[in-house]
């Protein structure tokens, strides 16, 4: 029996899908989120760039948003449910900008995002001169842990949750299923034995898992 640790908590269902399979696991928080209060942010915004579930938690109860522009079809359908009109989604932030500077550029957005928030979307915006203002909500803080077993795979979620785990552990042999290549870039300073996700999300990392191991 393979036997994985998952760099994120799972929810009930994702971890069925390991189980069906018949599969073992190990589960844990590479990462903590502290929110961080955005006093200066305007109550109503109507084009918000939002690239993950993190910040638009962080800012759910705080800010009205007529208009999202959205990394994640996971983070999207959070949006609407909560009656936010997405009108672009992408599978990352790259892809995003691409996608504002094509078909919105004269719009003026506010970017929410988190502390250790990659360069490549306010670079391709701002050289576009896309109008936009940026607002830090939340912190990304790695949780450390030392694991002394040894795994068939270990599933990444950000490159944050690869730098904390490799702080106290080595792969080995071990394949590392990743959810993006943004992730993937991060695990390659530590193997080439690397999986990722056809569609970037939690439940396409441990399909790729199940492939690999049934």
């Known amino acids: 029996m393979a036997t994985v640790l998952s760099t994120k908590k799972l929810s009930v269902s994702q971890k ?7 599969m073992s696991f190990v589960e844990y928080d590479a990462i903590k989120i502290e929110k961080i209060d955005i006093a200066t942010a305007p109550p109503c915004i109507e084009n918000a760039i939002i690239t993950s579930k993190n910040a638009f938690l962080a800012i759910k109860e705080k800010v009205s948003i007529t208009n999202a522009f959205v990394v994640g079809s996971k983070t999207a359908s959070l949006l609407q449910e909560n009656n936010i009109q997405v009108l672009e989604i992408a599978d990352n932030a790259s892809e995003l900008a691409e996608k504002i500077i094509e078909n919105h550029q ?6 929410f995002c988190g502390n250790k ?4 979307l306010p670079i391709q915006l701002s050289k576009k001169e896309v109008s936009f203002e940026e607002f830090t909500v939340y912190k990304t803080k790695l ?5 002394k077993q040894e795994f068939d795979g270990v599933l990444f979620f950000s490159p944050s949750g690869v730098e904390s785990f490799f702080s106290k552990n080595k792969i080995g042999n071990a394949i590392a299923f990743c959810i993006g290549s943004t992730t993937a870039e991060a695990v390659k300073k530590y193997t080439e034995n690397i999986k990722i996700a056809t569609q970037p999300s939690i439940e396409n990392v441990i399909v790729q898992v199940v492939k690999k191991y049934n």
């Open 143 to 147: 949780n450390y842990a030392e694991f």
């Open 16 to 22: 069925q899908l390991l189980l069906g399979a018949k």
């Open 106 to 111: 004269n719009k003026h957005f506010v970017f």
């Open 117 to 120: 928030r990659r360069d490549e």
